[in-house]
């Protein structure tokens, strides 16, 4: 699949780390300089990239594991999405849930970006729903194994 793209920073356009990846590597685009992050709080990271998605596709914005295992950093709205008729800059809001302030600094490697195909939905509206075994059972009712 081609998608159209326009890179705004002096950063290489997301691309697959192995054969088998899922997600491309997004790099922080800082050209004024890092951005620390302190325990507990946010910032939106730019990448300067902008995407054009074919109708019925979206990007969506994951976390990177490294990041969240080594230093408590991870994408908070995750994942966060970008729609198909989305035109500006794909931001990353990034967290830091660890006890340290970390540096955000220009190019490195904040997110992962997932190109994933969505269905369009219509509702229904309905007086019940079918029986199933479940229910209305929810949020661990089904067990611990």
């Known amino acids: 699949m081609l998608i159209k793209i326009v890179n705004k920073s002096h950063h290489s356009t997301p691309s697959f780390a192995t054969s088998q990846s899922a997600g491309q590597d997004l790099?922080?685009?800082?050209?004024?300089?890092?951005?620390?992050?302190?325990?507990?709080?946010?910032?939106?990271?730019?990448?300067?990239?902008?995407?054009?998605?074919?109708?019925?596709?979206?990007?969506?914005?994951?976390?990177?594991s490294g990041l969240?295992?080594?230093?408590?950093?991870?994408?908070?709205?995750?994942?966060g999405t970008i729609d198909a008729d989305y035109r500006g800059d794909v931001g990353v809001i990034l967290i830091n849930h660890g006890a340290e302030p970390f540096?955000?600094?220009?190019?490195?490697?904040?997110?992962?970006?997932?190109?994933?195909k969505y269905e369009v939905v219509e509702w229904h509206?309905?007086?019940?729903?079918?029986?199933?075994?479940?229910?209305?059972g929810g949020f661990g009712s089904t067990g611990k194994s």
């Not at 890092?34 to 990271?45: C, D, E, H, K």
């Not at 990448?47 to 596709?57: I, W």
């Not at 540096?103 to 994933?116: P, S």
């Not at 509206?125 to 209305?136: I, K």
């Open 103 to 116: 540096e955000v600094i220009d190019g490195e490697r904040i997110a992962q970006l997932v190109i994933a």
């Open 27 to 64: 790099r922080a685009f800082l050209p004024e300089g890092p951005v620390l992050i302190l325990s507990g709080g946010r910032a939106l990271i730019p990448t300067g990239l902008h995407l054009a998605l074919p109708q019925g596709f979206e990007a969506q914005v994951r976390p990177r």
């Open 125 to 136: 509206c309905v007086e019940t729903l079918n029986e199933t075994n479940r229910g209305e």
């Open 68 to 79: 969240a295992y080594k230093n408590g950093v991870t994408v908070l709205n995750s994942p």
